[in-house]
């Protein structure tokens, strides 16, 4: 598989895209500082993956983000870019990763953002509807 390589959710590899409803939090995990909390997130669930939320780029402190010149490919959704979190504890290079272009099969996700679980708690959300 090619960087360019395209593909389309399909049977094969299903992907679905739906709104969250409630509120997402997240925190770090070396003190509690609050990253984000939004009730506008998105769930990406994606076949032999973890389902991952999606939140506004808006919603999250982005005095926490650092960009990185980090890039990683995925034909379903395409490149991905990324964030280190810095607090005033640590840097914790590319936690948190974004499409700026998604594929039109998850054109949802664009202006959104999502951590790296082992670098963040989300202490509180809702089921999804």
Do not use: N
Not at 55 to 76: I, K
């Amino acid at each position: 598989m090619t960087s360019s390589e395209k593909r389309i959710p399909g049977p094969d590899h299903p992907i679905e895209v739906v709104e969250h409803s409630g509120l997402i939090g997240v925190v770090t995990q070396d003190g509690g500082k609050v990253v984000a909390e939004t009730t506008s997130a998105v769930t990406l669930t994606e076949v032999g993956c973890p389902a991952v939320h999606y939140l506004p780029l808006a919603d999250v402190d982005q005095a926490l983000l650092e960009r990185t010149d980090s890039r990683t490919y995925c034909p379903y959704k395409g490149e991905a870019s990324y964030y280190s979190l810095v607090t005033p504890e640590k840097k914790i290079a590319d936690a948190v990763w974004f499409y700026e272009e998604p594929f039109e099969a998850v054109e949802a996700i664009a202006g959104r953002v999502a951590f790296y679980p082992e670098h963040v708690e989300i202490p509180f959300e809702a089921v999804s509807d």
